[in-house]
Nanobody
Framework: QVQLVESGGGLVQPGGSLRLSCAAS????????MSWYRQAPGKERELVAH????????SYVDSLKGRFTISRDNAKNTVYLQMNSLKPDGTAVYYC?????????WGQGTQVTVSS
């Protein structure tokens, strides 16, 4: 079955960096677009970035361009989110997602807390 497992979250000070990972299994990873979303306390889940199946195309929410970078390693069935210059409003649970056959599959999420 499709499984997405995020890791790499934690507590970081404002201005710091984190790299999130999402390990995928149960499907042909290299054939599918992958996305990162986040959900801050009391807010709706929002798209952060997505990356094409080959990694050749990426897209970001405007407010995060230049600070966040999405990438993937198809040999390792893993998608990454490098987050730099983190701000307190980056505090959220971060999820990876893929869509297969019209069905969205989500990981369990990883908590990122940006605080001094």
């Amino acid at each position: 079955q499709v499984q997405l497992v995020e890791s790499g979250g934690g507590l970081v000070q404002p201005g710091g960096s984190l790299r999130l990972s999402c390990a995928a299994s149960g499907f042909s990873f290299s054939n599918y677009l992958m996305s990162w979303y986040r959900q801050a306390p009391g807010k709706e889940r929002e798209l952060v970035a997505h990356i094409s199946s080959t990694g050749g195309s990426t897209s970001y929410v405007d407010s995060l361009k230049g600070r966040f970078t999405i990438s993937r390693d198809n040999a390792k069935n893993t998608v990454y989110l490098q987050m730099n210059s983190l701000k307190p409003d980056g505090t959220a649970v971060y999820y990876c997602k893929t869509r297969i056959g019209g069905i969205d599959y989500w990981g369990q999420g990883t908590q990122v807390t940006v605080s001094s």
